[in-house]
């Protein structure tokens, strides 16, 4: 499976500002994806990362509040933007092949918006 | 809608318990089932399930799945702290992934 790399691993955020994280694969992967766990729930999807092109959204996530970017096969970023508490989660970076039907996850970045 | 459902909610157990984790679902598009272990942040792959009635194992860890009743099953022996975690089971019906409420379960020595 590939590596996957996250930064920042954690951040505490004042509300109103952005942040954006990265997420790295030592390897080229056809799919990336989004996710958003937030205190005590399961994870949800929030887009899916796409090469070149604008990101697919889940409903009830929108480009201007999530801009994810994706310029190669091996990186892609998610800016968390006017963040208020309610954004406070693990957003996890999920790679995977396209027919494989497998996917591996980062190791997640701990939001924490005051 | 594709639907993941977990039972149980938790389990606490004691080291050496066998325990027995239940998935079922509802799914348009089947094509494949995962099982992940959440400790901390990242969920760690643990088995993917495509066909009916073959069981996967890896360690003390196993999984099947029954495509007809539509629903898995998370199997793990002789348990050991270390397995106290969040049991996830996870549909993929076209490489998007739809979560179970996950199992979260404690084992104490």
């Avoid at chain 1, 509300?15 to 958003?36: A, E, H, K, N, P």
């Avoid at chain 1, 399961?42 to 697919?56: F, K, M």
């Avoid at chain 2, 099982?35 to 890896?58: C, D, H, N, R, V």
């Amino acid at each position: 499976s590939a590596v996957i790399s996250q930064k920042p691993s954690r951040d505490i955020c004042q509300r109103g500002t952005s942040l954006t994280i990265q997420c790295q694969v030592d390897s080229q992967v056809t799919m990336m994806f989004w996710y958003r766990q937030q205190p005590g729930q399961s994870l949800t999807l929030i887009a899916t990362a796409n090469q070149g092109s604008e990101a697919t959204y889940e409903s009830g996530f929108v480009i201007d509040k999530f801009p994810i970017s994706r310029p190669n096969l091996t990186f892609s970023t998610l800016t968390v933007s006017n963040m208020s508490p309610e954004d406070s989660s693990i957003y996890l970076c999920s790679v995977g092949q396209y027919g494989t039907y497998e996917q591996y996850f980062g190791p997640g970045t701990r939001l924490t918006v005051t | 809608e594709d639907k993941v459902v977990q039972s149980p909610l938790s389990l606490v157990v004691h080291e050496g318990d066998t325990v027995t984790l239940n998935c079922s679902y509802e799914v348009t598009n089947f094509r494949s089932l995962l099982w992940y272990k959440q400790e901390k942040k990242a969920p760690t792959f643990l088995f993917m399930l495509t066909s009916s009635g073959i069981e996967k194992k890896s360690g003390r860890l196993s999984s099947i799945l029954d495509k007809k009743e539509l629903f898995s099953i998370l199997n793990i022996t002789a348990t050991q702290t270390g397995d106290s975690a969040v049991y996830l089971c996870t549909l993929n019906a076209g490489n998007m992934l739809t979560f179970g409420g996950g199992t979260r379960l404690m084992v104490k020595p």
